[in-house]
Nanobody
């Protein structure tokens, strides 16, 4: 079993920055993909970014150039650096690990961007 714990959410003004962290623990399959999703009120959960263990990344068009995903394999931790935040980035952000045939989710962290 794998546990994911997110941290770093909060309230920020438009144009500001936040850095989210996702710490994994438990029986971690080495060849995993770490992903960040978000869900705004009344909307479906959407994929924001992902990073493979080797460091390959991909981003949703809405965050390209503003968000950066990274990971520290030694610490089993993934990060999401969010810059130039917009009110439309307001959502609950969820960390997700895809490991072999299993998918694990964190509990989510609220990000609120005020205009």
């Amino acid at each position: 079993q794998v546990q994911l714990v997110e941290s770093g959410g909060g309230l920020v003004q438009a144009g500001g920055s936040l850095r989210l962290s996702c710490a994994a623990s438990g029986s971690i399959f080495s060849n995993n993909v770490m992903r960040w999703h978000r869900q705004a009120p009344g909307k479906q959960r959407e994929l924001v970014a992902y990073i493979t263990r080797g460091g390959s990344t991909n981003y949703a068009d809405s965050v390209k150039g503003r968000f950066t995903i990274s990971r520290d394999n030694a610490k089993d931790t993934a990060y999401l650096q969010m810059n130039s935040l917009k009110p439309e980035d307001t959502a609950v952000y969820y960390c997700n690990m895809l490991a072999d045939i299993n998918i694990y989710w964190g509990q989510g962290t609220q990000v609120t961007v005020s205009s």
